[in-house]
């Protein structure tokens, strides 16, 4: 599918799938070292997910990694500890702290940019999934994974604090905080019915396939409504979350006094009365 | 029973059971468009929240919907597409928006009515219960349902992001983000069970009429209790629920320094030890 | 060992277990009163912690009620309504209100120690577990059980809202915002397996013992990681649940710029390619 | 002028002077009582400028007081002493409490009003300004001032503190909280000077009737923009002093997302060029 | 006067003038030394302040600094340099950080003692008034100076940003945050006319001899008035400060709730009318 | 200078003026045009924002507007009737709204690069500085101006209500709220003794030249300081406008804790005691 060819992707596949109309599906490419992140990887990461963010032929997206042993490992902690985590050796520990800022503040900007990302993402998550692939999949909206998952907050065991997310967002995605801090401070593994008790995953699928079919079929749905819909709905959640309730009623009747003069609320509507499927216009 | 007469509605039954004392069961009634709202419905839902807000006969409120098929199909889209769904269509779109966004703000204040009431407010669902009926019962204080209920954030199937309340409550009244991503998306359909699962209700009964019967029992035991502390624990939970741990803490701390003024302290202290009812003046 | 002898307390007991390293177990010591609470067992509870927050040689602590009948019974209600629920007879409304809004702020400073100790809490809760047991174990990190626990919200049945923590940090800890004012506008009991289900314990134990067991491997499964990691840790999950995701990550970003210059770093880098324990220094 | 008949008002004069297109003059007309206020006027005040609010004939609201000898003397001390600051004698302080709460959240209400009227407030004040004509001009937008005028933030001198508005918004309109700390808490008078120099007034004039002219050109001049930008611009500010900087660019950039398609913006570019005045259509 | 004696101080004098009853003079007694702040000060002025919070015979009080040369030169850098500046040499980087982290933090509570105080604060000022003189009158209520006086926010002169409150409160003080920037950026000196011009005195005085004495008087007025109301001012000032308007008139009804039940009331209304001074009752 | 060449500017002039060390004087330099801005004018002054923010050779920024005339006349608002402000026609107007929104977004964040910028910018005006001038300059840190400025905050005046940061900043900078709202909703001229007395500016200068070299001095005097103390100043002033005291004072401390580990502190000490400038290393 030639929308394909829009995305000049070196560590990531990005496939448009011919059954799920409007889907992109994102894969992480790097699968002899499990997926592991190095900084050029995040630096692509966003900027895919703020071109797919503004793609009008995309309405949603599924992101899973490649192979069966891993969604991701997590940061590649030798690049990393050949790489920023040293500092420069001869600057005080304040301006270390000054490089350290800097650098954090830009790892979390890219993983951000899925959560900044119009369109729904969900992930399809299987084998490890650690770390870094926490932070970057509690930044999506919809997590789903296979049966062989292995989940860990993973950062205090290589002596460290998580800061590219997953101490900001798992307490706002799951129902237990108390889960959630025993999690991050002891780095144990938890699997797939573990992460769907306490809210973390959406489903449970038999295998890696499995889950990503389902997360493409999932995301084929929500592309088939209108994308004014589906796109504030994700706005208005992610507002709401950080935000009381009254901001919350504020922000969204500002926001649908422009919304609802769509011409896919008399498309919706006829289409519902007519028993077809619904056509929308490019968003 | 008297109290009864007071409440002069159209479009919703108000009863006082007598074998639930200082409960008010409020029903949705119009059964033969199953139960669905439109404008002066939404008004006179306001006003009756606000009436029953300040009586001192009501110590907590059941609200249902009349009839076996649903507790309600949410908006009444036929009379809105007729009518504020259109818009003056002579207006440019940023005139157009600021009706719009009066509309919006002056409907949510009916919902929100709900939550502002002083009493607690059960919600028993059935049978259908889908758009409005998400938004209006996430500002009640309990969900509970009969097995056959089929709940749907129905809003983007008719072209637009759900913005009487849903999006801003519902994420702060369930466990996972995850999951309220997924059903605002796509508007699929979900039961009874996972409507436990989640924590949307706090339980799930046979039958319409078993689950009402529950509510008016939770209502019940609540109007026992004292009122002072009854309504003070609602104001201060939904405080709570938008503000820091500190705030919190604060506002409580204020709050208490009158309420703790009451002679229900002594009342409940003592009946507590003779083993008997303590009675509480009105509220 | 030693280190006891540093903590000088009456209604608590304090040991350091020989084989959990850098653990403190706590104890409440009341048990004829079902270790209930009166005012000097807050100030010294406070103290204590404070105390702990800062002790180089603790790194996790477990607290749990001595006695096989409960956790704690709450609030000593005798002893409270013979002390500040009274007040001072003859001053006036306003003036008494500004003795309770005081008592209540210091009340609240004492428990809220628990939550501003920097190292993790984990409580282990049997028997009854009431009131002012639910606002104490609430400010912890974690919360185990035995099978036998009774847990209640039991404010209002004394004829006062909660006022020490539980309304406001309940609805941040658990998953159904529904179930929170269900149980604290009735009061009613609710034992462990409805407490795992949402989310307020992480894990239900056979008995008391087993859960004081599984409590103290916990925590010295935390107390064996890097103090720099996992205190940082509870500072930002503690942190990011007062504020929106965006001031999360710019804290945390300023947080690690010094908590990475540790070397605790390297030292669980090498030691996780080494395949031994770390050892890290005092914090 | 006709629209003036809209206006059914006892308390208030409505008047739509000629020379001032869309401007609505609103004096509070009880001269022999000071304009004192009691609470049929300031719940009628709140009716009137709900009504105002969305008035299309209707850009900009100038209010003053009539007579020569105060804008207002505030609350009618008498009125309120036998009326709702005694309270119902028989109930304990906790129901006393709530008595009261509910009636100072409905007078805050009715000057909140004048904040949320959609179109610009301008007050114009002489003489004496106390009290509640502290809380009602700081709800405005902008305040103008004869000489003669004397303002005091008299509740501390009745035995209280000011709870309808002024504590809440003199801090946000005045450059310097040391002098709004000193003003409220000794309740002493402070004059015309004083007042522009702290930023309370905007100008002063001569006399009363210079004021309410200089009040009326400047309402004029506003109701003579776009009134679309106008509105929008009264409704960011307020936005903006209770939020972040980031959030308000982000409600910002969602509301002038619908408002920029206004066909005012060619309108008023238009008459820029060709050197005219432009004509906007109702709103 | 006896109430003095119940002050035992060794850095600060506290005197309880004859002529303003209920007001407490405290001064920073360490005159040879331009009363340069080492750590057992600040402990001794937290102390200070949160016992004069809850002295009932105190209703304002006045802070000076001894000696004719300054309020205060700042922070001792002598003592500070030899002492917690340094930190513990063998430490980590991450490690050092929680020392330095915990010691601001202490300090910070100590000045933020002069703001939790629940009476008026007035702070007078003459000569060198640095660096934490501005941290520490920047806690007080109301600021008054000398014509001689000093100030700099002198931090960035000794290679830091200041941290015990400036930078956080002064910004909400005065009503220039261009000018809080040019001074906190640049450490220059600013004298007492441009300290009036923005907003961070109210007054300045001759010699300091006077603006004590009208500090005192200020003082004196404040503690004339019913301390219920006057304190209650404070708070929700305080209160204000830091949250929307929508929260502060919400706090404000709640708080009034109990305050308003106050025996002032008609004691400072009935005084009105029969032109006597009132008498309030101990707060 | 070489620094010079690493910057490659269009539409700015960028110098290092050779007696202002570690100064950046950037100049809008579009004179023709009254140094209006089109859009690729603006994301350069992002660009180059960002370069300057982490470039070590940097540590104050003045910025000035090329020729005579004007530091800007804003928004070239023949480009934009051209360009943006148009849209796509075809769209429904959500659709529009989605492309606004998305223009304003990064519009704004063009602008806010200022703010983020790590080094203090100091921003000289002269002749016209309307409209987008008054957003730029409100995310600066300082104002000064020439005698001879006019100011306005035109978007009125144009149709639209200011959304490029000047109605989210300006009334954070200045001290009186009524004087925002009359200067935003009458787009009237204000001057230099004008902009000074509300605190918009910091000095008043005859001309433009003395202007700027003023505010190259002040940037001199910036950048003579430690920038580990001027930089966190400026980031520590920032979050302290957006938060509570309280989150202030918190941030401050994990802040300094590391950047007091900074060598300038012992320069800074030992060159006050030894009276000779300190250097500090590169930042």
Redesign the interface.
Known sequence: MSAENNYNTKYFTVRFPASQQYVAHVEINRADKMNAFFEAMWIELGQLFNQLS?DPSVRAIVLSGAGEKAFTAGLD?KAA?EGF?T?ESD????????Q???H??SF?DCI?AV?RCEK?VIVAMHGFSLGLGIDLSSAA???VCARDVKFAVK?????????I?T???L????????????V?????IFGAEEALR?????AVYESRAKAIDAALE?AA??AS??P??????????NY???????D??????????????????????LS?IQKRT?TF???
Do not use: C
């Open positions: 503004h902690v500890s985590l500092g600057a005080d520990s304040a301006r270390k702290a000054t350290f800022r800097r954090i503040a979390q951000t959560e729904p909206d919809v997590r950062e205090v065991d290589i002596g460290l604090a998580a800061d997310g101490l900001s967002r307490p706002k995605i799951v129902g237990s905080f108390g889960w959630v801090k025993e991050a401070m002891t780095a144990r306490v809210g973390f995953v959406n999932m749905l929500m409504k209108s004014v819909a589906v796109q504030g709905t994700k706005e208005l959640l709401s979350r950080d935000h009381s309730v009254e919350g009623l504020r922000y969204t009747a500002v926001w649908n006094s422009a919304a609802l003069q769509t011409k896919d609320l008399t498309a919706a509507l519902g619904p216009e490019k968003l």
